[in-house]
């Protein structure tokens, strides 16, 4: 078996708070990061992450359950904050025994974080900023994400390696932070290491692995796209605050820019008020991303992707993308 010492010793941390032997997580990714693409990476000994998404109770329950069906090593679960049901589906995770619960999407209501100590598990929270990253540790996370804008799908205005620098030197020392955003190679997950990061998240290196159910058509969007074409949304109305989403630009980015003008005159005529205007823009891109991912329609739905879309060639198997990244970052700490 091959061994890499020096990542070894550096991930050591993120290896224990995670239960698995590389402190590599695959950030969960809606419609993609379902049982098959769970299951391999956690088997390879990465970390992978079920996308909950908007999901029912009942669903999650089933995926939770086929998920464990295919490895009986630990992964974790993606609950988004703004769910109506989260309470429903932090208690299908513990009636699961699911170690480690990941809140995305904001910050965490009330008795949420406390919810899922109670039932054992681990609670991994996403911090955009340095203040709100203390403050979501001295609510009881027990580890953060801090992902830049290079990531795919929903992002935040700041780079990875600004967050890093911000983040990192402040908190890594007393706290386990994962950093996500724009890593493709081992070396970059070397670099974050030394930075004192307890381990790495990556979504966009493992959305074609061989064992993600994502489209032909998805994936082979993905081997041709550089990053200069992996780009964030813009926001047509300063009334109505969209978060960015990093996807291939396509006519589906065109239609988003029409759905934002359609929303505001919505908002504009008083038939909507501001919650029900961002719902409606979250379930476009919930739409989108299925459109792109599960029928392949590449031309019209998101195919969300970070700007490390250039490094994604070809198909290979969780196992050789986690090996390969793992071999550039011990020879990148050995040297
Ligand atoms: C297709 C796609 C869908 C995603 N969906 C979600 C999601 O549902 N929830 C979430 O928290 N993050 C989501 N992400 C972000 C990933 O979990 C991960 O943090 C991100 O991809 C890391 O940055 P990278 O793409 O540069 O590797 C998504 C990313 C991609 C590429």
Redesign the pocket.
């Known amino acids: 078996m091959t061994t890499y010492p020096h990542t070894a010793a550096l991930m050591r941390r993120g290896t224990d708070f995670l239960g698995c032997e590389t402190a590599i997580m695959c950030?969960?990714?809606?419609w993609?990061s379902e049982r098959n693409l769970v299951a391999a990476i956690s088997n390879a000994g990465g970390f992978g992450v079920i996308?909950c998404?908007a999901m029912t109770p009942e669903l999650l329950d089933r995926e939770i359950a086929a998920t464990k069906a295919l490895t009986s090593k630990p992964f974790g679960v993606?609950l988004i904050t703004m769910h109506p049901g989260l309470f429903d589906l932090i208690a299908v995770c513990r009636k699961h025994g699911v170690t480690h619960v990941v809140l995305?999407g904001g910050i965490p209501p009330k008795g949420s974080v406390e919810a899922i100590k109670e039932g054992g598990a681990k609670v991994i929270c996403f911090a955009p900023t340095l203040a709100l990253a203390k403050k979501l540790l001295r609510s009881g996370a027990d580890a953060m994400v801090i992902?830049g804008m290079?990531?795919?799908?929903?992002i935040g205005p700041v780079s990875t390696s600004v967050l890093a620098q911000e983040i990192l030197p402040e908190l890594a020392a007393e706290h386990l932070i994962f950093v996500?955003?724009?890593?493709g190679r081992g070396e970059a997950i070397a670099s974050y290491l030394e930075m004192g990061a307890a381990g790495v998240?990556?979504?966009?290196?493992f959305?074609c692995a061989t064992e993600s159910i994502a489209h032909p058509d998805f994936k082979k969007a993905f081997f041709r796209a550089s990053a200069r074409e992996a780009v964030a949304s813009v926001q047509v109305d300063p009334r109505l605050p969209v978060i960015p989403v990093r996807a291939l630009k396509n006519k589906g980015t065109e239609e988003f820019t029409a759905k934002q003008r359609e929303v505001a005159a919505l908002l504009d005529a008083g038939e909507v008020d501001m919650g029900e205007a961002q719902l409606q823009i979250e379930h476009f891109w919930a739409g989108a991303?299925r459109r792109a991912v599960i029928e392949g329609d590449v031309e019209n739905g998101s195919v969300?992707?970070?700007q490390?879309v250039g490094m994604v060639t070809k198909e290979e198997p969780a196992a050789d993308i986690i090996a390969e990244l793992m071999s550039q970052c011990e020879a990148a700490l050995a040297r």
């Open positions: 950030g969960a990714m809606s993609v996308a998404g993606n995305a992902e290079e990531a795919g799908g929903h996500a955003g724009g890593i998240q990556l979504g966009t290196r959305a991303l969300m992707a970070g490390s």
